[in-house]
């Protein structure tokens, strides 16, 4: 978690000032102002979780029942169930074959007269095509949400991921590229969204004991706030050291036959949240499986497409089949029977390394060797 002695001193500045709450304290309002400014945009609303961010984002456009939301299915399942929290429908497009992130050709044939939002992940780091997804976007008078909860940092032509949508969202779970312990935020430069997602994170109350829309309590901690200060100082270091990992390892896979190491399009500069290899079996005359079992340092990503779990499977969401069964909606889906053939490929041929601040290149040099044994 990278956590020292600079973050305890804020946050026992906090405990001291008995300030516990963004209601009553201003640490969160600034670590917000600082996030803003680092993305480049004109609003950062800080939250509990990646996860309600993503929620917030989506509730703050108004999409609901009989609404779709097209979302990858190559990535954690908060990207597609947050769609569910709001009783929407998520419609799963396929992803490229190179950078494994939404691919735009598959988006439009996705498109129906029901999609409200696209929302791309930028995956451990690498940017999703977003000129494309925009001008998809434009044509179709839909938003975009980008969920960057994986790539604080990362660039798309010079622009930071967050900045380039609608709405961003980011996670600040300890596994990312900077942290609060849990936490996360939402990026607009829509002064109306912004103000939504605002009323939404707090009860929709804009004063006590007002209540001008359905909301939550999604709200970050002072204590979340002052970790999250130090370590925004902080990330530009961290995503110097994990890009110097990955490139480490890549320039060493790429002397070695039948594994690729990831793919940086040309349009992107990385901010990499974990390394992701693709192995090709039938090189390196080991599956899946068989390969993890000689190199246990490798990490199962995401081991099935989102649609192929039993949340999809078998439509588990709200009791008596909501979003599904919705009147508003009134369309039949079967996760059943989609086929999307490039991520049912990488699924079973992806596997990730961790490269964090603290992997030492002794740790790097370990892996190295052991996939130029089992390679060899």
Known sequence: MNLTKEEQKEVIKVMKSQMLTLLAGDVV????????KYIGVKHAIAVNSGTAALHIAIASLDIGPGDEVIVPPFTFIATASSVIHNNA???????DNKSYTLDPESVKEKITDKTKAIMPVHLAGITADMGSLLDIAKDNNIYIIEDACQSHGAKYRGKKVGSIGDLGTFSFYPSKNMTTGEG???TTNDDNLAEQCRLIRHHGEPSWYVYNRLGWNYRMTEIQGAIGRVQLKKLDEFVKIRNGNANYLTEAV????????PFIPEYCKPAFNYWIGRIHPEIIGLN??????????GK??????LYKTKLFQEKVGYPKGCPWSCPFYGKEIDYTKIKLPVVEKISVEIFALDIHPEITKENLDENIKILKTITG
């Not at 309002?29 to 803003?36: H, I, M, P, S």
């Not at 429908?89 to 396929?94: E, G, Q, R, S, T």
């Not at 199962?300 to 497409?305: A, G, M, S």
Request: glycine letters at 4%; hydrophobic letters at 45%.
């Open 29 to 36: 309002a600034k670590f917000e102002k600082e996030f803003a």
């Open 300 to 305: 199962v990503l995401y081991p099935k497409p």
């Open 288 to 297: 899946k499986p068989q390969f993890l079992e000689k190199f246990p340092s």
């Open 184 to 186: 996360g935020l939402i």
């Open 89 to 95: 429908i998520p419609i799963f497009a396929d992803i």
């Open 254 to 261: 790429n002397e070695i036959e039948g594994i690729d190491p």
